[in-house]
């Protein structure tokens, strides 16, 4: 392996691919388009805050990062379910202490992360847009966005992660190296920040992630420390009888809370101004493959493999591609079979999470309303704690066990997903379930968890 590395894109992925590297004895630069996000506020409306989960933390503790997050962490034990109506149900997550989520700030985490690999002696270069790159050649295009200078940088090798819409991984499907597709979503969201009250309080219940689900559509709300909430509407892009096409004026905006979100409207004096100043995201899936190129090059986090945000789940996985790259170089392979063994082992699980994700918008904006869930949500947790090895509800495979693959947890969900169905057909309450003959078929139909999530 030669000793000096090239990261492209500081967002979540670079700084903590970069800060395991750097722990390695490698030498590492990273370009990143933007000004250094340390100094310069983040743009209003791009994912302010962030889910953070087991596969995370996990990537955060291999990089000894914890003590320096752990202030950040806002907890969310569960989901708080807002009816139209006005009324709320908390749903929890999980049943063990452990088990809940933490909203993150993306701008104190990328800082923490930033500051990190800096002090492992990581060169970062803000400012500075991959243009393209020469395989034959084996050098990256940069151009350095203030002196207007273009670098030859070379593949030593270089890492894209530069998100969704990576310019690496571009340059590979340009030189046939790769294929790439995007499946853009036909929905959109929209951040809105609902203030902090009175002396930094939280307006809303602090502890919980908010749903507003509406059915086709919803609105949800993440805490942050400073007593605000970062609240993100779905919804469809254009089509049907509501979506961002429709809302093109600060009536219809209000019109559409008043009569959907009744209990966030007051909360939010400025809605219809932040509604026109805040931009409109898209949401895709990449599909890419290969992700490297021999020994020059190689995609990970979002460049790779960018999901929809309904799982929570993107920069957790990113995380978990970080510390699966991390075992594989522990293992002393040379760059061209450490990134192919990378591919090899992480492709089956990400697939299985972009799948999952996009299954989870239907829960989370529709299936959450149904009573039927709640009592399926009910019975996982009750045979959870009769079969804890056989039986572990597949959002808490995927959010609480980083030690169950991805695939693994999609696997175990299907066959859990078809008991569930079977027992509470035609049932509303857990006492109407025969549930010593559910325990046995779990038996039956369960192994014991045993996959490793990491197999290099
Ligand atoms: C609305 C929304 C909510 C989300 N919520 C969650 C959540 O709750 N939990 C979760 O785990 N994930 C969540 N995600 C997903 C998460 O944001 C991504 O998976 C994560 O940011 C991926 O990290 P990355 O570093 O691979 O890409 P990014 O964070 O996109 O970083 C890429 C970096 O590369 C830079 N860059 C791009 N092009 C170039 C170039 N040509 N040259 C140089 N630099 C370049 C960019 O400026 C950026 O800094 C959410 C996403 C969205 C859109």
Redesign the pocket.
């Known amino acids: 392996m030669t000793d000096v590395v090239t990261i492209?894109?500081?967002?979540?992925?670079?700084p903590l691919l970069a800060a395991l590297l750097a722990r390695r004895g490698l030498q590492v630069r990273i370009?990143?388009?933007?000004a250094d996000a340390r100094r310069v506020p983040p743009a209003a409306g791009?994912?302010i805050?962030?889910?953070?989960?087991a596969r995370?933390l996990a990537g955060l503790e291999r990089a000894g990062l914890m003590a320096q997050v752990r202030p950040l962490l806002v907890p969310m034990r569960g989901r708080i379910v807002h009816d139209f109506g006005g009324g709320a149900r908390f749903l929890p997550y999980g049943q063990r202490p452990h088990e809940l989520l933490w909203s993150v700030p993306?701008a104190g985490l990328n800082k923490v992360l930033t500051d990190a690999a800096a002090a492992h002696g990581v060169e970062f270069h803000f400012e500075?847009?991959?243009?393209g790159a020469d395989f034959a050649a084996g050098t990256i295009d940069?151009e350095n966005l203030r002196s207007g200078r273009r670098l030859r940088v070379p593949m030593t090798p270089v890492f894209g992660?530069?998100?969704?819409?990576?310019?690496l991984r571009e340059a590979m499907v340009r030189s046939g190296r790769a294929t790439a597709r995007e499946e853009l979503l036909d929905h959109r969201?929209k951040?809105l920040t609902v203030p902090a009250g009175p002396n930094g309080s939280h307006l809303l219940e602090l502890g919980a992630l908010h749903i507003w689900p509406r059915g086709g559509y919803m609105l949800i709300a993440?805490p942050n420390a400073d007593g605000t909430f970062t609240a993100?509407l779905f919804l469809a892009a254009e089509g049907g009888p509501v979506s961002f096409a429709t809302l093109t004026t600060a009536a219809a905006v209000r019109e559409l809370f008043a009569r959907d979100f009744a209990d966030v409207l007051p909360l939010v004096p400025d809605l219809a101004a932040q509604f026109a100043a805040n931009p409109v995201?898209r949401?895709s899936t990449i599909y890419a493959a290969p992700w490297q190129v021999g020994a020059q090059a190689l995609l990970?986090?979002?460049?790779a493999h960018?999901?929809v945000?309904f799982h929570?789940?993107?920069?957790?996985?990113?995380f978990e591609d970080c510390r699966a790259l991390d075992d594989l170089i522990g293992a002393g392979l040379g760059w061209s079979d450490c990134f192919a063994r990378f591919d090899a082992l992480r492709r089956e699980d990400t697939a299985a999470i972009a799948r999952m994700a996009i299954e989870n918008y239907v829960e989370m904006r529709d299936t959450v309303r149904d009573p039927r869930f709640a009592l399926q949500k009910q019975l996982s947790l009750e045979l959870e704690r009769r079969q804890p090895d056989r039986f572990i509800p597949r959002y808490s495979m995927v959010m609480f066990h980083e030690e169950i693959a991805y695939a693994e947890a999609e696997r175990r969900g299907a066959v859990q997903s078809v008991l569930l169905d079977e027992a509470t057909r035609g049932r509303t309450e857990l006492g109407d379930i025969d549930l010593r003959a559910l325990e046995a078929a779990v038996i039956e139909r369960l192994p014991p968890v045993t996959t490793p999530v990491v197999r290099a």
């Open positions: 492209l894109g500081a967002g979540c992925t670079g370009y990143e388009r933007r791009r994912s805050n962030l889910a953070l989960a995370g993306r500075h847009l991959a243009r940069v992660a530069d998100g969704a819409a990576s310019a969201y951040e993440l993100t995201g949401m990970i986090g979002d460049a960018a999901i945000p929570g789940q993107g920069m957790n996985c990113a």
